[in-house]
């Protein structure tokens, strides 16, 4: 397995002396959806392609629940889940009701043992 990557040149439109160069920039060979994860998954272990659909989707629903609830949902492995808030500026604390807060966005941070194993990958570079 191996990570594929292609050389971009650096764009500095800041800086009045700007770099010259490259960086690596991941290329993604696309995104694997759930029944393909399923089948994945499957093909290493004894459970059918539909209790793992079955399982991802109440997990799904279930860290959707305890976000709700307020809690934040660590997944062994997996890393954790949380929610962040957005509301209007307002100058008094009594000027802000539950109301006008809402969701801003659901946020993920990789657990440890999981980007330790990413890091481990190796990078090939595309040819063209």
Same mark, same amino acid.
């Given at each position: 397995?191996?990570?594929?990557?292609?050389?971009?040149?650096?764009?500095?439109?800041?800086?009045?002396?700007?770099?010259? +160069? =490259?960086?690596?920039?991941?290329?993604?060979? #696309? $995104?694997?959806?759930?029944?393909?994860?399923? @089948?994945?998954?499957?093909?290493?272990?004894?459970?059918?392609?539909?209790?793992?659909?079955?399982?991802?989707?109440?997990?799904?629903?279930?860290?959707?629940?305890?976000?709700?609830? +307020? =809690?934040?949902?660590?997944?062994?492995?997996? #890393? $954790?889940?949380?929610?962040?808030?957005?509301? @209007?500026?307002?100058?008094?604390?009594?000027?802000?009701?539950?109301?006008?807060?809402?969701?801003?966005?659901?946020?993920?941070?990789?657990?440890?043992?999981?980007?330790?194993?990413?890091?481990?990958?190796?990078?090939?570079?595309?040819? #063209?």
């Amino acid at each position: 397995m191996s990570i594929p990557y292609r050389l971009t040149p650096m764009k500095d439109n800041i800086s009045k002396a700007p770099k010259q +160069g =490259y960086y690596a920039q991941v290329v993604t060979k #696309g $995104t694997i959806d759930t029944p393909s994860l399923c @089948k994945h998954i499957a093909a290493g272990c004894t459970l059918t392609v539909a209790d793992l659909r079955a399982a991802i989707e109440a997990i799904s629903s279930s860290v959707a629940d305890c976000l709700m609830d +307020g =809690y934040n949902v660590y997944i062994d492995g997996l #890393g $954790t889940f949380s929610v962040s808030a957005e509301s @209007k500026i307002v100058e008094k604390e009594g000027d802000l009701r539950a109301p006008s807060v809402s969701v801003k966005n659901v946020n993920y941070r990789a657990a440890v043992s999981l980007k330790k194993l990413v890091k481990e990958s190796q990078f090939e570079k595309l040819k #063209g």
